[in-house]
């Protein structure tokens, strides 16, 4: 009935209790690393993958193309593991792809310091100052991954409907807790609601990777959203006319849609290769 997405601090139990939970839904358990195999598949160069590793990209990086190609494919690649209903997705910022879904449901797990670098002690065989390092340089990183990419601060429990503090409930019991707001929040109609957006999140999404990456078209930061049976592209572009030509190529891919535009136009706009 829903799609559950998992925001995680490291060593706060996230794989476990997301795989945990999935067995006793008996839902589908998609990894990080099955979403970043995905990206890569869809034609994003494996040789890149480091830059944007649930990390912010360095300032260069976050301006080039291979940033608004990466987080193409990453949307694509989370809302096609949402289309396929009932699953469990962890990682790649996938609680904002889908935040506005009905049948949605977002859970941070976090813990505190020391448990954290006991658990990562006992895992990697590391001293304390070994473990911490580690932990700084993760929370660092993903804090920021999702700034840049989403705009969103992954630390802000607003951003969520559970936050879990695995330092002070087990394994078992998260995964309990989870399934049991699964059970009492979705409804019937949200199901259908959610479903109905993903599929025209996914088609949205399909145009824009066909606009940027096939047609090549001059919109930089190009993404899309849906307004009604309106589809809306956002973006920077120094071109009205490439502006219209997307908006057509919209509009025939998906009918019944119109489409309108968001794009701002700068028009001594400079793209960094």
Not at 83 to 96: D, E, L
Request: aromatic letters at 8%; proline letters at 3%; hydrophobic letters at 40%.
């Amino acid at each position: 009935m829903a799609v559950i997405t998992f925001s995680r601090q490291v060593a706060a139990l996230g794989d476990e209790v997301a795989g945990e939970l999935a067995k006793r839904l008996g839902y589908k358990f998609i990894t990080r690393k099955e979403i970043e195999k995905r990206i890569v598949e869809l034609g994003f160069p494996e040789n890149k993958m480091p830059k944007f590793d649930e990390r912010k990209p360095g300032f260069f990086a976050s301006l080039t193309k291979d940033r608004d190609e990466y987080l193409n494919y990453a949307q694509y690649a989370i809302l096609e593991a949402a289309a396929q209903k009932n699953v469990v997705i962890i990682g790649r910022g996938a609680f904002a792809v889908l935040q506005n879904v009905p049948n949605n449901i977002s859970v941070r797990l976090i813990a505190d310091e020391q448990t954290r670098i006991d658990r990562l002690r006992k895992e990697f065989n590391w001293d304390e100052k070994q473990a911490l390092q580690r932990i700084q340089e993760s929370d660092a990183n993903r804090s920021g991954f999702h700034s840049s990419f989403y705009n969103v601060d992954i630390n802000d429990p607003v951003n969520y409907h559970l936050v879990l503090n695995t330092g002070l409930l087990s394994l078992d019991l998260a995964a309990s807790v989870i399934a049991n707001l699964v059970e009492q929040k979705i409804t019937v109609k949200e199901e259908e609601e959610g479903n109905k957006l993903i599929e025209e999140l996914l088609k949205a999404q399909t145009v824009v990777n066909k606009l940027s990456m096939e047609r090549k078209l001059n919109i930089e930061f190009m993404h899309a959203t849906i307004q009604g049976n309106t589809v809306v592209l956002h973006g920077v572009s120094d071109s009205p006319a490439v502006v219209e030509q997307a908006l057509q190529i919209i509009r025939e891919e998906m009918p019944g849609y119109d489409a309108k535009s968001a794009v701002s136009i700068i028009h001594d706009f400079k793209t960094f290769q």
